[in-house]
């Protein structure tokens, strides 16, 4: 009968505790200071099919297109160290951006090629 107790009572706790796993309370987790989420590039009232969009997943993987129009999108693993953002693509390509003050600042000459002009800052998206 003591088993049985202690079973059901494990049972309950379980049940318990599995909802609260996905709370939507990760948004609100950083990485070395940089928030995972939406970055653009320009203004908030830009046009956005001129706008670059970075998405910085909270399991350390990104997407990046250029704007709306490109077929392109770049996908693959970011680290943060220190003060610096670096893209990983999957086709062996890297791309470094500088964290300054929210911002994250493409540094044209120390990554590979992204037809992206320099300095580009990209900004966390408001939602």
């Known amino acids: 009968m003591k088993q049985r107790e202690i079973s ?11 909802p609260t796993g996905c709370n939507g309370q ?10 995972p989420g939406t970055y653009i ?8 099919i001129d706008q670059a969009k970075l998405f910085l997943g909270e399991n ?6 250029r704007n709306l ?10 680290t943060v160290e220190n003060d610096t953002l670096t893209l990983h693509e999957n086709s062996g390509n890297v ?3 500088k964290i ?22 990209f900004h966390l998206k408001e939602e």
């Open 41 to 48: 590039s320009g203004d908030d009232n830009a046009f956005e």
């Open 69 to 78: 129009l490109d077929s392109k999108i770049f996908v693959g693993t970011y």
């Open 95 to 97: 791309y470094l951006f």
């Open 8 to 18: 059901f009572f494990l049972l309950i706790m379980l049940c318990l505790l599995i």
């Open 60 to 65: 350390g993987e990104f997407t990046l297109s």
């Open 26 to 35: 990760a948004k609100n987790v950083s990485i070395d200071g940089l928030k």
């Open 100 to 121: 300054k003050d929210g911002q994250l600042i493409f540094q044209k000459e120390s990554s590979s090629d992204l037809s992206l002009d320099d300095p580009l800052n």
